[in-house]
């Protein structure tokens, strides 16, 4: 009994020596970022590092009087929420033909796909919609965004659907649903926190994305990433201004991740568990 609740605490002690050790460095590069966006420029480059100092706003200051930051907001949102959405679109049925019908095919071409740098699909992307003349537009970065969110919402939901009783898919085909009725008013209920943790990640890996809406955005439909750029030069790094564009560019997704983090978590267990 004695050796059992030792075995016990010390699994328990190695759970939360592995939980501090993962967590403590994220934690602290961005603990570390928003203390810079808060130091004044005598003080941004110091070394040995300044820890006690008096906080300015000066540099979120300067992110909105360098960068359009509203508009990049705004396209930001705009592109996020598309990108999203067709990923939902063309992925739950994708996820659902996967699982169902055993296209490991299209999965493993998807998964591919995924794998390859997202530099690799920039050339391509540019040249076609330059032929398009799609430059510089909102649904050019949407479809561009595509390329991590369909992924992203076809793997998530894969375990959804094979975890569906296959009694309820074959009482709807008796009653005289289609397999399309029956993905849409059987599958789809009972997965939705499934596709909402799939939504919400999509979303966050829209939002963060950087090299395509550089290249393939323009002054109209540049996102938040870009506001990033303004702040390095040849001449210099303006660190203060990269972290303060930086802290506000990851607000919105930490707080939305906090808010949520319940629907995320009940949404990716649900799909580990069989049976």
């Known amino acids: 009994m004695a050796s ?18 993962v967590t403590v460095p994220m934690l ?13 420029r005598e ?29 990049f907001l705004v396209n ?8 999203t959405g067709l990923g939902l679109v063309l992925g739950l049925p994708a996820a659902y033909s996967v699982a169902k019908f055993r296209q490991h095919g299209l999965a493993l071409m998807v998964l591919v796909f995924r794998m390859a740098p997202g530099i690799a699909y920039l050339i391509p992307w540019f040249i076609l919609f330059s032929q398009l003349g799609m ?26 659907f094979e975890d569906l009783p296959r009694e309820m898919e074959e009482a709807a085909l008796i009653d005289g649903c289609s ?7 059987v599958a789809l209920p009972l997965v939705r926190p499934g596709a909402v943790a799939a939504a919400i990640l999509s979303f966050i890996f ?54 949520i983090q319940r629907h995320i978590v009940s949404g990716l267990t649900l799909g580990s568990v069989k049976g």
């Open 4 to 21: 059992r609740t030792m075995r016990r605490r010390v699994s328990r002690g190695l759970f939360y020596l592995t939980l501090v050790l």
């Open 28 to 40: 602290f590069v961005f603990v570390w970022m928003v203390m810079t966006s808060l130091k004044g």
């Open 43 to 71: 003080i941004v480059n110091a070394y040995p590092p300044v820890f006690v100092f008096t906080p300015t706003l000066e540099n979120y200051a300067e992110v909105f009087r360098r960068t359009p930051f509203g508009r």
């Open 76 to 83: 930001s949102l705009i592109v996020g929420m598309g990108a």
């Open 135 to 160: 430059v510089d537009t909102h649904l050019a970065l949407i479809l561009t965004h595509v390329i991590l969110t369909l992924p992203m919402t076809l793997w998530i939901m894969v375990p959804f």
């Open 179 to 185: 397999w399309y009725g029956v993905f849409w008013r």
């Open 206 to 259: 829209s939002w963060n994305n950087f090299v395509f809406a550089l290249i393939i955005g323009g002054d109209q439909t540049r996102t938040l990433p870009v506001a990033v750029f303004h702040f390095m030069t040849f001449e210099e790094v303006n660190w203060g201004g990269v972290a303060a564009a930086a802290t506000l560019i990851c607000l919105p997704v930490v707080v939305l991740t906090l808010l």
